[in-house]
């Protein structure tokens, strides 16, 4: 099992610099993928970026360049770095981890969330 605790969000205006953190307690993240998606009211939640076994990171089309993710395996802690946001970027952003597999863009794919942060990006 693993308890994931986010921080970071909040208000930025378009062109700043944000960094999201979700930290981990119980298992190691070495064991397994993570991921960031993120929700805007009244959509469906949606993939923003994962990293997974060997350090393979993945990004949507939409956030690729912009966003980046990272581990600190000593912290257990997982980062996202956003450069760049932009107003479209304005969600709830939540956490994820998973130790089965699957697509790691679907939501299927995780059994561990987070409990969100706001980020709103002024323009």
């Known amino acids: 099992q693993v308890q994931l605790v986010q921080s970071g969000g909040g208000l930025v205006q378009a062109g700043a610099s944000l960094r999201l953190s979700c930290a981990a307690s119980?298992?190691?993240?070495?064991?397994?993928?993570m991921a960031w998606f993120r929700q805007a009211p009244g959509k469906e939640r949606e993939f923003v970026a994962a990293i997974t076994w060997g350090d393979v990171r993945t990004y949507a089309n939409s956030v690729r360049g912009r966003f980046t993710i990272s581990v600190d395996d000593a912290k257990n802690t997982l980062y996202l770095q956003m450069n760049s946001p932009k107003p479209e970027d304005t969600a709830v952003y939540l956490c994820a981890a998973g130790a089965g597999g699957g697509v790691v863009s679907s939501t299927e794919s995780y059994d561990h969330w987070g409990q969100g942060t706001q980020v709103t990006v002024s323009s």
């Open positions: 119980g298992r190691p993240f070495s064991t397994y993928n």
